[in-house]
């Protein structure tokens, strides 16, 4: 499985709460794409009160905010760490922005970007096609041990709350847990 979609009740909340927290920081202010770890849990008690009903809090590892500029599409490529779902959540995001999943028999590689900044990508990159496109404005869970990448075709910041959810997240016992969620798999 590489992704899940889900409604998050109090969506709007956990949005407008996260944008008052990001409004404090200079992270928008920022020329190119980043991934930004807060040193901290952000203090937003509506998001947490969303992870203690969906029994989610015991498996966060981290959470991470992940800024994408306009025009930009990052890499193919698979997230390093000690995890393999994240529950990504729109902070700012609009219709011309999706996370795009692909499927390739090449084994993944070191790569390094112009910036020195290395990650697991693919050479054959630019003959890959993704087979599904997901837009960012919808929550969801994605296998980030499978090969993706974001696409903000759009003329603004995309900026998305990385909850990254340690190996003892169980997808499958999640999905049966949480049957009233309207919960789109692939």
């Known amino acids: 499985m590489q992704f899940q979609t889900l409604h998050l009740p109090y969506l709007e909340d956990i949005i407008k709460e996260s944008q008052e927290r990001l409004a404090k ?17 952000p203090n937003l008690p509506i998001l947490e009160k969303v992870l203690k009903e969906l029994n989610l809090v015991e498996h966060v590892h981290r959470v991470a905010m992940h800024v994408t500029m306009p025009g930009v599409t990052i890499p193919v490529h698979l997230d390093t760490g000690p995890f393999n779902w994240s529950l990504n959540i729109p902070v700012q995001s609009f219709d011309d922005s999706f996370v795009a999943l ?20 693919y050479r054959s990159e630019d003959k890959m096609r993704p087979h599904t496109k997901i837009p960012s404005h919808q929550p969801l869970l994605l296998n980030v041990k499978k090969p993706h990448n974001v696409i903000n075709s759009s003329d603004r910041v995309r900026v998305m709350m990385l909850i990254r959810l340690n190996r003892s997240f169980n997808i499958e016992a999640f999905i049966k847990e949480n049957q009233s969620m309207k919960l789109k798999a692939s």
Not at 25 to 41: F, G, R
Not at 102 to 113: C, G, N, S
Request: aromatic share 10%; no cysteine; charged share 25%.
């Open 25 to 41: 920081t200079d992270i928008l202010d920022l020329t190119e794409s980043n991934l930004w770890y807060p040193d901290e849990l």
């Open 102 to 121: 692909y499927e390739t028999d090449e084994l993944p590689e070191l790569l390094h970007l112009p910036n020195d900044v290395s990650y697991m990508g």
